[in-house]
């Protein structure tokens, strides 16, 4: 596979030979963009991007938090894209402009006022998407002369450039593509780091097609897409006020088949989501935590997530440390159906707890790569279900007391 | 008030004028213990603690965890105070006997029947508890040997040896007492430093009086002692495999008011619950968190809860930075009935966030005191719960990726 996934992990997440590559440089059929630095950041990098959709359709879907404190761009990207359709799409890092009230929303409101007249469309088919610091207000003059800078800029070959004006404690941009039957592609950009956790993640992922489909199969691709990437990553347990995935489509491809668009967004959804977890703050590696012989896909996700969370689970692997007996407390706070005398833990491959007990010599169990797996299996029944986590480290406490973010 | 409770957490508690003092250095009548070190431990510290009523009465109640890897000493003792009396109760510390499996249950039965016969009582009223690794068989006859050391040693004035032998990483060891109208007392000890979270708290605490209750009075007063003590004490939020709270009677002081011994039991429960967070792995800060405002206690907890279990609000913390946005967040995750736009959020008493936007400047709160108040008021009802947990630090990622336990 073409991915870079390595074969331990991709087999949990199935992806199908759809050869997604990471390194696009241009958009799809229709799609032009731009990431301007426009002073919002303190650093100077990057920190507005325009994605334009010119057509020839505008069907578009999103994904957003369902934390209840949603920002004022979530709030208004939720009702400019309920009529399935967008033109624009308006992103910042640098603030977040979650719980700034009213005057926040404002903000956003004007954003998109400002964008649609730029771009001569209407507001209503502007989506905005803001990402950094929680409670405090944007610069919007600035904001608005990078929105105008950004317009002015927007071209086909802009895809890491748009990657970077996202990105905050993001140490790589991160991007992908994978084709699809018949000349159409899709590729996307994500960014996010931190306060990473599912339904969303703590993110902002913006993808783009020149396959057409109707507004209700991009809506269904999307949902199906998260629900097995983004929504079974988790860096931190903790959920944003921001996430937002966006899916746009242009249609300048023509139609494609929907099984096979929703297969290969999928895939696509999987890349980032791994590539975001990859990259989440201090990591030291990539965990994937499986769940199987669970009774219901809802018990191994409660299962898993709880193994995810755990704090002593994430440090024992920062540790390289086997510590099977912290992974099995975790998943004995679940309300999962099992019998705690025939679960089995493997790390690794070494199955170090068997029926409950003591299995293989923990000192078997080799943590010195970047990527873990870990099995748990409740023999209980067929459903499965892998999360992706990294571990609790150093770096990941100093970026997160040391900096506002 | 006597008990060394920062005034600005006592007054959620709402701590009784009980008179808490943490030195006791004696039992109350009718109780004798020792503390021994039997090479268990690596360190060669004291492991290992017996803890004898001689009654005139044997009333005992307990309270364990819920984790459904409870290890095999919670399986035994749950059954051996089924009866609701016990006589004798033997702990270690260095290994919890926990996923252990039946050879694991079988050493605690041989350990208690071990215990029996040196002590002249049944097995049956025999509590066993242990703490540690989880998933390493004990050293059965080091432990066996270290019961008999302790069983020759018990003695009266003896509380601070025996909660130095329950100690694993904590960095002190932990006893509190507070006397009883008409002569009698109570007096306890505790351990729990990781994996610190409620329902229980990772912990062993023993609680003796020698006040009079029947054994269905000490069960309801220990419930709710701990429903408001323990169970709202979260360190880490990871839940272990070992809880377990005992409370033994022996009478020796006749008959007290129930009332009265509920609420003195309370406030040495939270008390302890206090020592433990303070003495949490690694921390900084000492945060009590209330939600305020809420239409029920159980909206309350859980909102609480998603706070103090937060990564990034228990790096901000330690980072002392008002991040009022991270709670909000996490706020945002919970069920409880509240409309965003009417939560106000207070640290250390700057009221930072005011109908759910921008209040106080953020730069007026000042963190640098080991004890934090965060109040969230959900302006919806008139329930409200405090948390108490601690914050997340290098000192905690060190100790619990470099060792196990």
Redesign the interface.
Known sequence: MSHGIPAALSRFFAFPEAGVSREPESWPRGFLAAGVAAGIKASGGKDVMVLANRGPRFEAAGVYT?????AAPVQWSRQALSDGQARLIVANSGG?N???????FADTHATAEHAAAEAGVSAADVAVASTG?????LPLERLLAGVDGALGAAREDSVLEAAEAIMTTDSVPKRAEVPLPGGARIVGIAKGA??LAPALATMLVFITTDAELSGGELDAALVRACAVSFDHADA??????NDTVLLASSGAAGPVDTHAFTEALTALCQDLAYQLIDDAEGARHTAAVTVAGAASLADARETARAIC????VK??I??E?P????I???????SAA?A??RVSVSINGVE??R????GED?SLVDLSAREVEIVVDLNEGEASATILTSD???D???E?????S
């Open positions: 369902s934390n209840r404190f949603a977040a979650a719980c700034t009230g009213p005057e926040g610091l929680i409670g405090e207000r931190g306060m931190d347990g903790c959920m944003s006020t969370r755990s704090n002593l440090t024992a920062f540790g440390d510590n099977w007996g912290r099995l407390s975790a998943a004995g706070t679940s099992f705690p005398e170090v707890c029926g409950g007990g003591l923990r609790l480290t150093h990941y406490v100093h997160n007391s040391a900096y506002s």
